[in-house]
């Protein structure tokens, strides 16, 4: 039986993914910081999804969760680096240092920090890797400036994971979604509730068990496929032209 870590496994597109590959057999271990939340998703698994709260960034903290893993499920074949956040929709000129720090310290840091940590039991294993990107990586918006900049780092480190991991036989991919229906939003805009219902009304937005049937596609191709960078939007979303600041 395979293992799996998933992080961020206490809401949206984290929580859908453990259901999604606990469904099709796998073990998981299942982490993010409510562990309220994570023994709720992992009773529904007899005995299959093991949970570990912590946060991400907390190094420590992180290598600590991972040394304490039951001997079961140390074994991990399979990292999903889905833990991030984006905070603010404002210009860069309008925005908080604060907020751009932790974006970049869970979506950059902790995510090369856990993939360092765990590199030598997948590589032995001749594992994957799925990184959780965005179109935030490609295509740049206003209000995206830090979150758009760290999805963009999430999408060429897994790049240079393919080039370095050359031969070893482990697989990294890049998921870059456009507009997910989940708490992403909610945590967004600081807690409110109306702008992203006001988001996702009407625009048919994917769903985070869209996005964890992906993962769990890539996860089960032939072990001779690696899909280095997948986008997905809804139909509903497409792009917008570039912007021009006239004179007068
Ligand atoms: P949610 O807000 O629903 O879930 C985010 C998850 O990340 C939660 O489980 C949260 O757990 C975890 N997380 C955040 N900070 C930390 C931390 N410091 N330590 C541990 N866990 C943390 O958002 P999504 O499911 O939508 O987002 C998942 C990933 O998908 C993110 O990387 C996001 O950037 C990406 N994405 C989302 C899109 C969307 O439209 N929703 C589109 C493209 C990409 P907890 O708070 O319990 O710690
Ligand atoms: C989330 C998608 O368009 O809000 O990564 O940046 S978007």
Redesign the pocket.
């Given at each position: 039986m395979k293992t799996a870590l998933v992080?961020?496994?206490?809401?949206?597109?984290?929580?859908a993914t453990v259901r999604a590959l606990a469904g099709a057999g796998w073990q998981v271990v299942a982490?993010?910081?409510?562990a309220d939340?994570l023994e709720a998703l992992a009773a529904a698994f007899d005995g299959r999804v093991h949970t570990a709260a912590?946060?991400?960034?907390d190094a420590d903290a992180t290598g600590a969760a991972i040394e304490a893993l039951p001997e079961g499920f140390r074994g991990i074949d399979l990292l999903v680096n889905?833990?991030?956040?984006?905070l603010g929709t404002k210009p860069a000129q309008e925005s908080s240092l604060a907020d751009w720090r932790t974006m970049i310290?869970?979506?950059v840091t902790?995510l090369v920090a856990i993939t360092h940590r765990l590199l030598p039991t997948l590589i032995e294993r001749k594992g994957g890797i799925i990184n959780?990107?965005?179109?935030?990586a490609t295509y740049p918006y206003t209000g995206g400036n830090v979150?758009g900049g760290t999805?963009a780092f999430v999408k060429q480190f897994t790049l240079g994971l393919r080039s370095d991991l050359h031969g070893t036989g482990v697989r990294v991919a890049s998921i870059?979604?456009?507009?997910?229906?989940?708490?992403?939003?909610?945590?967004r805009t600081g807690g409110n509730q109306q702008a992203s219902d006001t988001l996702y009304a009407g625009a048919e937005?994917?769903t985070?068990e869209d996005?964890a049937a992906t993962v769990l596609w890539i996860a089960t191709l032939p072990p001779h496929l690696n899909i280095n960078s997948l986008e997905l939007m809804p139909v509903s979303q497409s792009f917008a032209g570039f912007q021009v600041a006239r004179k007068g």
């Open positions: 992080t961020g496994a206490t809401a949206g597109i984290g929580a982490t993010g910081r409510r939340r912590f946060d991400v960034r889905n833990a991030g956040l984006a310290d869970t979506n902790a959780l990107s965005s179109v935030a979150y999805k870059e979604p456009g507009m997910v229906e989940t708490e992403f939003t909610l945590v937005p994917m985070a996005i």
